[in-house]
């Protein structure tokens, strides 16, 4: 796990070496062990390496053996030494590390080589010889990079504080899905003129200009699975423990995993097997997950690390948390930042958390309004009213659209076209399958902002993360299965809950609640009547946080 960032520029009144040696500075917490950068023809790239699968130190960046190509990199390919060993027969590796794998499946494959690996990365390379930067972003959208433009450069970084220095600080007022969903959806970020690399997506830069390319989307890789109730259960069984203990190798180090009680990341804990199992307690009924907790450490026989946050450590970190986050993010954060100090102290370099598996499987509650009216919409009784149910309740996808819109005012004209359009396509993109389309909006939505609190909190304390569901086999069969093992008899994630079965105690794979890692903000500065939660004060709070932390105007 490491940080990168590039500056490209033709014009040589940019210092572009200290501009870069700037940039690595600002993400020294991605990558303690090492920082270096080199600069190629218009082209400086550099990283900063936080070792993990090989801990010897390596030239920054790693070249070729014909010197015409050079890598920087952030991430983790699992994979990789499979991938490797396809090319050891025209190739010879000097080092073990997944990074100059990446290098060479490139040169080798070009960019169907992204394709192939399986992991979280975001990496850039340089041609020596088209003198072209071909940059990349995972699948999922674990691992982030952002890039700007200006009149005679183009920059790129792991994290958007790096490019401040390059573009001023000024609040993005058009990015409509702030108002809509309270965080930044696709390429917008906050920051007026950064951008966002989306999941799935490669750059060229060359000549000063650059393109946005796809190269993997759920949509474009949907397999054909048989009906199959008995056979869907055993291959996914297969596939989540395999996606699991595949994120077990690749390490030096022992690793740990943050347990919240629900089915995820008990399913991960009794797979893996962590050597550190962590949760967080708060002393209130509607957050105690402890006792569901204390059932996987005594199946795995682990002991269970209990952090108690308290209100004076939310009010300790708060300064700390909205910068690193880089954009103000209304979920609580904060707990997960106590979890990770004290893995910090423990010497944990690794952690293993369930990203993903709610917006694949259908973990959210609210999906069971869309389903819910969806079998009445298909009941015999109900098909002469379709015209009318069409004309008063709305298609499917633009009932979802008001379901998850957050915008203050409701009759936003741009919000709601906004939400109607990008929902709208994610329904076409499923053939109007509600519980798909659901899913695929919240992950390229939802998920999308976690995994950035993920990624920015853990490599705060220089850790890397790793989330198992978002291998990307288990994404595609989770958007390929038949929808109807996803929400069954009003259960919500019904075949993950199956598979579950054979691995975590029942009385978690049984559970219909769902909580996470909230803590209990609103109980502490009393906002609502009985600690009711209050979304816009604890929005305004982490906006104003935001703005402070980088002098946004």
């Given at each position: ?10 014009n ?16 020294s ?7 270096d ?9 550099g990283?900063v390496?936080?070792?993990i699968?090989?801990?010897?130190d390596h ?13 920087v ?7 990789h ?27 080798k ?16 390379i ?18 982030p ?16 504080k ?12 058009e ?23 989306e ?7 060359n ?5 946005v390319y796809?190269?993997?989307k ?26 699991i ?10 690793y ?24 967080a ?49 209304t ?18 370099k ?9 917006e ?5 509650h ?21 015209y ?21 005012n ?31 909006n ?6 999308q ?48 809950k ?23 903000i ?18 305004n ?13």
């Amino acid at each position: 796990m490491c940080g990168i960032a590039g500056f490209i520029s033709s014009n040589k009144n940019y210092d572009s070496k200290k501009i870069v040696s700037k940039m690595l500075d600002l993400i020294s917490h991605r990558g303690p062990d090492q920082k270096d950068f080199e600069t190629y023809d218009n082209t400086t790239m550099g990283m900063v390496r936080l070792s993990i699968i090989d801990c010897i130190d390596h030239d920054i960046p790693i070249v070729d053996n014909s010197g015409n190509y050079s890598i920087v990199y952030n991430g983790e390919i699992y994979n990789h030494d499979s991938i490797r060993n396809s090319l050891k027969s025209s190739y010879n590796f000097r080092t073990n590390s997944d990074t100059e794998t990446a290098l060479v499946s490139y040169i080798k494959n070009g960019v169907d080589s992204f394709g192939e690996h399986n992991g979280m990365y975001a990496f850039s390379i340089y041609d020596k010889q088209k003198k072209e930067t071909t940059i990349v972003r995972d699948k999922s959208g674990e691992k982030p990079l952002y890039y700007t433009q200006g009149k005679d450069f183009f920059a790129y970084a792991s994290e958007m504080k790096c490019l401040l220095n390059l573009v001023e600080p000024r609040f993005n007022d058009e990015a409509v899905s702030y108002e809509a969903y309270e965080f930044t959806v696709g390429k917008e970020t906050l920051f007026k003129d950064i951008y966002q690399l989306e999941p799935g997506e490669y750059i060229k830069v060359n000549n000063g200009k650059y393109q946005v390319y796809n190269y993997w989307k759920i949509w474009d890789n949907i397999i054909d699975i048989p009906d199959n109730e008995e056979k869907i259960i055993s291959d996914l069984s297969e596939l989540v423990e395999d996606s699991i203990l595949l994120r077990t190798k690749n390490t030096a180090h022992q690793y740990a995993a943050f347990i919240s009680g629900g089915v995820d990341s008990s399913l991960i804990a009794c797979i893996a097997k962590p050597d550190y199992l962590y949760t967080a307690h708060y002393n209130y009924s509607d957050f105690d997950e402890l006792d569901y907790a204390k059932m996987v450490a005594k199946q795995i026989n682990k002991e269970l690390i209990i952090v108690s946050p308290t209100k004076e450590d939310f009010i300790r970190t708060r300064k700390d948390i909205a910068y690193h986050l880089d954009t103000p993010c209304t979920w609580t954060s904060f707990t997960l930042w106590m979890l990770l100090e004290r893995a910090k102290k423990d010497g944990i370099k690794i952690v293993m958390s369930g990203e993903g598996a709610d917006e694949m499987f259908a973990g959210y509650h609210r999906y069971h309004l869309l389903h819910h009216d969806e079998q009445i919409h298909k009941l015999e009784a109900m098909k002469q009213y379709s015209y009318l149910i069409g004309k008063y309740h709305g298609s499917a996808s633009s009932r979802y659209a008001k379901l998850v819109n957050r915008c203050e005012n409701p009759y936003n004209e741009k919000v709601n076209r906004y939400l109607d359009e990008t929902i709208g396509n994610y329904s076409d993109k499923m053939s109007e399958d509600i519980v798909h389309f659901m899913g695929l909006n919240d992950f390229y939505s939802t998920m999308q902002v976690l995994l950035q609190m993920s990624d920015r909190l853990n490599m705060a304390h220089s850790i890397e993360n790793r989330s198992p569901f978002l291998d990307h086999r288990l994404v595609q069969y989770s958007f390929s299965v038949q929808s109807k093992y996803k929400i069954k008899n009003g259960i919500t994630k019904w075949i993950l809950k199956e598979v579950s079965k054979k691995f975590i105690p029942n009385e978690i794979s049984n559970r219909t609640d769902k909580r996470g890692f909230a803590a209990p903000i609103n109980k502490w500065y009393e906002w609502d009547e009985n600690g009711k939660y209050n979304r816009s004060a604890y929005k305004n709070m982490v906006f104003e946080d935001w703005k402070k932390s980088f002098g946004v105007k």
